[in-house]
C-alpha cells in the first residue's frame, strides 16, 4: 500500500504556533452520523514552508562549518 506523512495542527502549535489557525467550530455529516470539531486547527502552509526553508538554509550553513 501507500504510505503517506503529514503533521495536524494540533502537533504543529506545540512547535510553531505560528503556523496554526484556530477556526470556528465545524460539523460534518456522513449518513445519520454528525460529527462535530470546537477549535479547528488549520495549518498555514505558506508559514510552515518559509520556516522549513530557513530551517534547511540553516543546516547547510552549518554543515559548511563542520566540513571547513
Known amino acids: ?7 495536524t495542527g494540533q502537533q504543529l502549535e506545540k512547535v ?6 484556530r477556526g470556528p467550530q465545524v460539523s460534518f455529516k456522513d449518513g445519520e452520523i ?25 543546516l547547510s550553513t552549518d554543515i559548511k562549518k563542520c566540513k571547513a
Open 1 to 7: 500500500g501507500s504510505y503517506t506523512t503529514g503533521v
Open 16 to 21: 510553531l504556533p505560528s503556523a496554526v489557525t
Open 34 to 58: 454528525v460529527t462535530t470539531i470546537n477549535d479547528l486547527k488549520t495549518i498555514n502552509n505558506d508559514r510552515l514552508i518559509t520556516e522549513l526553508i530557513g530551517a534547511v538554509q540553516q
